[in-house]
């Protein structure tokens, strides 16, 4: 059976400083684990040939990426994270301060709200689609680096978790999911690359 393995990109610069969006490069630490991920897929991938690198179009995904050798790598705008329009490059702290209705429409509703001009979880949802058919058609197994609104997602789709459960699913750095799809459903294993 084919294993897909979910990661978020190595801390990036804006996780640091607590900013959303953006398209940051990675920090000190997102480059260690850039580098301890290389170190894990080319051993748990070493014989299997057909095997592909997912990532987003974001640069903090593709820096991910970058020391794994050996393996086509594909980018997908669809696993570019949640767009957060107008508040993009913002903290939480900020929207609370300056946009405090938004911030609490989002509190109240995750799973609708839409960040104006950008997307909510449910636009998430939706462009997946393209990418979970290409998921289930490969024969090989994937590596998918994203980022967190995306990938809980994507966890949720293979997990079979609920819909209203998807914008509170824990999705911590430097972990990578494995999910193998077998005839008596599907199992679930986690490597944590870091402290
Ligand atoms: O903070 C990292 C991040 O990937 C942001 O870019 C994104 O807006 C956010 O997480 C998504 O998580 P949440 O939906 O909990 O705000």
Redesign the pocket.
């Known amino acids: 059976p084919r294993p897909i393995l979910l990661t978020r990109h190595g801390e990036s610069r804006?996780?640091v400083r607590?900013r959303?969006?953006?398209d940051s490069l990675l920090s000190d630490t997102g480059e260690i684990y850039s580098k301890k991920l290389s170190n894990f897929v080319e051993k748990r991938l070493k014989s299997e040939k057909a095997a592909s690198i997912w990532t987003s179009t974001l640069q903090r995904t593709i820096l991910t990426a970058g020391p794994i050798v050996g393996f086509p790598k594909i980018q997908w705008r669809a696993l570019d994270?949640?767009n957060?329009g107008v508040c993009d490059g913002m903290t939480?702290e900020e929207i609370k301060r300056n946009m405090p209705e938004e911030y609490e429409s989002r509190k109240k509703d995750?799973l609708r709200y839409r960040y104006p001009r950008g997307e909510s979880?449910l636009d998430v949802i939706q462009r997946l689609e393209p990418v979970i058919i290409e998921l289930e058609r490969q024969r090989a197994p994937v590596v998918v680096i994203s980022?967190?609104?995306v990938l809980r997602a994507l966890y949720a789709y293979f997990a079979d978790r609920p819909l209203k459960e998807i914008?509170h699913i824990e999705m911590p750095l430097h972990t990578i999911i494995e999910i193998q799809m077998g005839v008596t459903g599907v199992q679930e294993k986690r490597y944590k690359l870091m402290d």
């Open positions: 804006y996780n607590s959303i969006g953006g994270e949640i957060s939480y995750k979880y980022h967190q609104a914008p």
